[in-house]
């Protein structure tokens, strides 16, 4: 991709080929009868060519690819009234039981800040999460508040550089 925005022929099309093939695979698995899959993968490599100048080069270019691909895939669902349905032997995999979304974010809160050191895990857990004010914190781990404060920015800050971009804000 970034081959072809310097204006280079050859990488580009290359590109395009073998985007072509994974958009067939993409759409193969996904487009329900009465959708034409190559009309989809001809309109996706279309769009990404018309929109090529908004691929951030920071970001993976096959994200930013079958993004487009969804895309053009709903918007045909939409215009044929069509809805992607699930076997009813599959449905009791599409519902998850009352709290196991909390239960599931803590076990990955859990695994997300296990490098951080643990009172930085528990300042950030007690004033993000669970509510309490930089004062009760303190006084919770006999620290200033300035201290929680900063040790909380750190953390967060950690986390950001290692989860959430390149700067952490």
Known sequence: MLAGLAG????????LDELAGLLR??????????????????????????RRATYDPSQPFTAWAYA??????????????????????????LFVEPGADAAMASRD??????????RTRDLIRETRIEGLSTREAAQKHDMSESAVKVAVHRGLKALGLRFGGSNGD
């Open 8 to 15: 280079e022929a050859a990488p580009y099309r290359k590109l």
């Open 25 to 50: 695979a993409y759409y193969a698995r996904r487009a329900p009868p009465g959708i034409d899959a190559e009309d989809l993968v001809q309109e996706t490599l279309i769009a990404v060519h018309t």
């Open 68 to 93: 487009i691909a969804r895309y053009k895939l709903i918007d045909q669902l939409r215009r044929a009234r069509l809805h992607l349905r699930a076997p009813e032997e599959a449905a009791d995999a």
């Open 109 to 118: 809160l859990e695994k997300v800040m296990a490098d951080l050191p643990s």
